[in-house]
């Protein structure tokens, strides 16, 4: 549907001078040290074209911490392999609260609105877990095949740091489990969880990975991940519960698929066309990057490509 473009590197130039003279950009993550430390004005962005070539502005080689931007690909991974059944056990809502809330929860027999909160990300990672015995491991491995980046690996650091500031996931896990709607142990299922937080990925890394999704569910090596179908729902939620309770603002402003990450990290899908990743730590009261989604605010304004 779109016209061929050769590149949208002067769209990226033009968005990253502009980002660079606006002051103001929100506060990285605090709740662990390993991110309160992230420099604010770090900025990068880089753009995936289906057929794999990447192609990027300012910092988009550096590797920051991908924290729930993982959350779509668990998804991802687990609906490859158990279809349908997920959803009897993670809904498909936006929350409309911030991404750690715990109160609907109790309303709704345990089962978590969407899998993009971090108590439906906990629910997709225990399914994965049960499947593959390594849910991080599994996780891993994708994001490096479709990188093509062999050098991705865990922070364990960030992991440890998640662990000792982990008492809200750790809640959250065992009010589910009271439920039945955790499998594993709670601490494997942690465990598993902090790990799959912790990987570093850079923006090239990250939109590379997520390729799939704009190629309606094929792989780097095309073979196929998900049905065309199963890759329009993963599209769906992340428009409407990809950002949390900013979800209705950001698809207003930016108008793609997005999934974001405290690290300051945020994904974006054109379907058939390409996929986007920026990066920028400081965050705003909900989580998400400040400069980020300005950025994407301003790529999809500028190039007016966007689902709608
Ligand atoms: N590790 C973070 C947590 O579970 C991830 C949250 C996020 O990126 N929104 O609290």
């Given at each position: 549907?779109?016209?061929p473009s050769?590149?949208?590197?002067?769209?990226?130039?033009?968005?990253?001078?502009?980002?660079?003279?606006?002051?103001?950009?929100?506060?990285?993550?605090?709740?662990?040290?390993?991110?309160?430390?992230?420099?604010?004005?770090?900025?990068?962005?880089a753009?995936?074209?289906?057929?794999?070539?990447?192609?990027?502005?300012g910092?988009?080689?550096?590797?920051?911490?991908t924290?729930?931007?993982t959350?779509?690909?668990t998804?991802?991974?687990?609906?490859?392999?158990?279809?349908?059944?997920?959803?009897e056990?993670?809904?498909?809502?936006?929350?409309g609260n911030?991404?750690?809330?715990?109160?609907?929860?109790?309303?709704?027999?345990?089962?978590?609105?969407?899998?993009?909160i971090?108590?439906?990300?906990?629910?997709?990672?225990?399914?994965?877990?049960?499947?593959?015995?390594?849910?991080?491991?599994?996780?891993?491995?994708?994001?490096?095949?479709?990188?093509?980046?062999?050098?991705?690996?865990?922070?364990?650091?960030?992991?440890?740091?998640?662990?000792?500031?982990?008492?809200?996931?750790?809640a959250?896990?065992?009010?589910?489990?009271?439920?039945?709607?955790?499998?594993?142990?709670?601490?494997?299922?942690?465990?598993?969880?902090?790990?799959?937080?912790?990987?570093?990925?850079?923006?090239?890394?990250?939109?590379?990975?997520?390729?799939?999704?704009a190629?309606?569910?094929?792989?780097?090596?095309?073979?196929?991940?998900?049905?065309?179908?199963?890759a329009?729902?993963?599209?769906?939620?992340?428009?409407?519960?990809?950002?949390?309770?900013?979800?209705?603002?950001?698809?207003?402003?930016?108008?793609?698929?997005?999934?974001?990450?405290?690290?300051?990290?945020i994904?974006?899908?054109?379907p058939?066309?390409c996929?986007?990743?920026v990066?920028?730590?400081?965050?705003?009261?909900?989580?998400?990057?400040?400069?980020?989604?300005?950025?994407?605010?301003?790529?999809?304004?500028?190039?007016?490509v966007?689902?709608?």
């Amino acid at each position: 549907p779109y016209p061929p473009s050769p590149t949208f590197q002067p769209v990226l130039e033009r968005i990253a001078t502009e980002i660079g003279q606006t002051p103001g950009r929100g506060r990285p993550a605090d709740y662990i040290p390993a991110l309160a430390a992230c420099d604010p004005r770090r900025f990068g962005m880089a753009v995936a074209e289906i057929d794999g070539t990447v192609y990027g502005v300012g910092d988009w080689r550096q590797p920051f911490s991908t924290q729930s931007i993982t959350k779509v690909f668990t998804l991802a991974l687990d609906l490859a392999r158990e279809g349908d059944e997920l959803w009897e056990h993670v809904g498909r809502e936006p929350s409309g609260n911030p991404f750690n809330s715990l109160v609907q929860l109790e309303y709704e027999n345990g089962i978590p609105r969407n899998p993009f909160i971090n108590a439906g990300a906990l629910v997709v990672t225990d399914r994965l877990q049960t499947r593959t015995g390594d849910a991080a491991g599994t996780l891993l491995a994708f994001l490096r095949a479709e990188s093509g980046n062999a050098e991705l690996t865990f922070d364990k650091e960030v992991a440890a740091s998640e662990a000792t500031h982990g008492d809200r996931n750790a809640a959250l896990a065992h009010f589910m489990a009271s439920y039945g709607n955790i499998d594993n142990p709670v601490p494997v299922l942690l465990e598993q969880y902090f790990r799959q937080c912790s990987i570093e990925a850079s923006c090239a890394d990250l939109a590379l990975a997520t390729s799939f999704l704009a190629r309606h569910g094929l792989r780097a090596d095309g073979s196929r991940l998900l049905t065309q179908s199963q890759a329009k729902q993963v599209n769906a939620v992340m428009l409407t519960c990809g950002t949390y309770d900013a979800a209705g603002d950001f698809a207003y402003r930016v108008g793609l698929p997005g999934k974001s990450g405290v690290g300051g990290g945020i994904i974006a899908v054109v379907p058939g066309r390409c996929t986007l990743c920026v990066w920028s730590p400081g965050l705003d009261e909900r989580g998400n990057s400040v400069a980020g989604v300005a950025a994407l605010d301003r790529f999809t304004t500028l190039t007016g490509v966007s689902v709608f």
